[in-house]
């Protein structure tokens, strides 16, 4: 356990953890960079909410005065929703954000990490990083996947979106020894889609299942996450060629504004959403609660095994 003086864990968590009540993690770089306020703060709350009602107790992560903050209260959920300047945190710039004691919203991959570290097993998203289109010339591969590779927490997300390579995000998933499991269907999902034209190299279709994966995964000692890709709800689907249409643009627009590194993705989401207005904010709200159910049942599933 690392030192305390790092860790900030909510007490309604804390209690859980030391009752072994289920707690699902969740992230803050969507309340942040990946939505508008107020929507940001009321999907975190709803999702929150979402957990709950399935029987988990839900641990937004989140970095604030040289601590990482494990459950949230509302005020640090507006707090993180409406401050502008709030840095977006993967694992290479926690060090400087926590020493310097800067508000961060965390990325998947800092949020795993702080998951790990409070003992939570599950974290609850939308979509991942993974490996950019073109990342043959740029190396540009999210430490999402990085951190996949090597911390015990699993990921519940609608799949990847398109502003990535999928193929090359589910090889080197491969590579990196993370099971990637389709909840529910054959097929691979891409966050706005169902669809993705990737087969899923796994599918599982109860939590029980998933759970029972889980526990053997980390009893072999094969460390790192699974991926399990949670499509979203077909009356929330978006067509591909549209969302196709919108990404290629954001892609050209973020080459002539020379947006590199860490903004890219911020950038890319940020256009379409702005592009498709409320229907993509309405099927990322729809995806990332039914993450959260998934997240909650397979988190109470694993309790059970116990
Ligand atoms: N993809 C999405 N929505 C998101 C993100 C990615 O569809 O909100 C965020 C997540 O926090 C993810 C991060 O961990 O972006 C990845 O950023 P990067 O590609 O810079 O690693
Ligand atoms: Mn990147």
Same mark, same amino acid.
């Given at each position: 356990?690392?030192?305390?003086?790092?860790?900030?864990?909510?007490?309604? @968590?804390?209690?859980?953890?030391?009752?072994?009540?289920? *707690?699902?993690? /969740?992230?803050?770089?969507?309340?942040?960079?990946?939505?508008?306020?107020? =929507?940001?703060?009321?999907?975190?709350?709803? @999702?929150?909410? *979402?957990? #709950?009602?399935?029987?988990?107790?839900?641990?937004?992560?989140?970095?604030?005065?040289? #601590?990482?903050? !494990?459950?949230?209260?509302?005020?640090?959920?507006?707090?993180?929703?409406?401050?502008?300047?709030?840095?977006? @945190?993967?694992? #290479?710039?926690?060090?400087?954000? $926590?020493?310097?004691? %800067?508000?961060?919203?965390?990325?998947?991959?800092?949020?795993?990490?702080?998951?790990?570290?409070?003992?939570?097993?599950?974290?609850?998203?939308?979509?991942?990083?993974?490996?950019?289109?073109?990342? &043959?010339?740029?190396?540009?591969?999210?430490?999402?996947?990085?951190? $996949?590779? =090597?911390?015990?927490?699993? *990921?519940?997300?609608?799949?990847?979106?398109?502003?990535?390579?999928?193929? %090359?995000?589910?090889?080197?998933?491969?590579? /990196?020894? !993370?099971?990637?499991?389709?909840?529910?269907?054959? &097929?691979?999902?891409?966050?706005?889609?169902?669809?993705?034209?990737?087969?899923?190299?796994?599918?599982?279709?109860?939590?029980?299942? $998933?759970? =029972?994966?889980?526990?053997?995964?980390?009893?072999?000692?094969?460390?790192?996450? !699974? %991926?399990?890709?949670?499509?979203?709800?077909?009356?929330?689907?978006?067509?591909?060629?549209?969302?196709?249409?919108?990404?290629?643009?954001?892609?050209?627009?973020?080459?002539?504004?020379?947006?590199?590194?860490?903004? !890219?993705?911020?950038?890319?989401?940020?256009?379409?959403?702005?592009?498709?207005?409320?229907?993509?904010?309405?099927?990322?709200?729809? /995806?990332?609660?039914?993450?959260? #159910? @998934?997240?909650?049942?397979?988190? *109470?599933? $694993?309790?059970?095994?116990?």
């Amino acid at each position: 356990m690392i030192n305390a003086k790092y860790l900030q864990i909510h007490p309604e @968590v804390q209690h859980a953890l030391d009752h072994n009540i289920p *707690v699902v993690a /969740l992230e803050s770089t969507i309340i942040s960079h990946g939505m508008p306020w107020p =929507q940001n703060a009321i999907t975190a709350k709803a @999702v929150e909410d *979402v957990v #709950r009602q399935y029987g988990a107790i839900p641990a937004t992560i989140a970095i604030k005065d040289g #601590r990482c903050l !494990v459950g949230l209260s509302q005020e640090d959920i507006e707090f993180f929703g409406q401050t502008k300047g709030v840095w977006k @945190v993967s694992l #290479r710039d926690m060090p400087f954000v $926590m020493a310097n004691k %800067l508000p961060g919203a965390t990325t998947v991959a800092a949020t795993m990490r702080i998951a790990a570290l409070a003992g939570i097993k599950i974290f609850a998203t939308g979509g991942t990083g993974g490996v950019h289109r073109g990342a &043959e010339m740029t190396m540009d591969v999210s430490a999402d996947l990085t951190e $996949m590779g =090597q911390t015990n927490v699993a *990921v519940v997300a609608a799949g990847v979106k398109s502003i990535l390579d999928i193929g %090359l995000t589910l090889e080197y998933l491969e590579t /990196l020894g !993370v099971p990637v499991v389709t909840y529910g269907q054959d &097929e691979f999902p891409s966050f706005y889609s169902s669809k993705s034209g990737f087969k899923s190299p796994l599918r599982m279709d109860t939590p029980e299942g $998933m759970a =029972q994966l889980l526990a053997t995964k980390w009893e072999l000692g094969l460390n790192g996450s !699974v %991926l399990i890709a949670n499509p979203i709800p077909a009356a929330y689907e978006m067509a591909s060629a549209l969302i196709e249409t919108h990404i290629q643009q954001a892609l050209d627009d973020a080459a002539q504004q020379n947006i590199k590194g860490k903004e !890219v993705t911020p950038f890319i989401l940020q256009h379409i959403a702005s592009h498709t207005q409320g229907e993509s904010l309405e099927a990322n709200i729809a /995806l990332i609660k039914n993450n959260a #159910r @998934v997240a909650a049942e397979i988190a *109470v599933a $694993m309790h059970k095994l116990k």
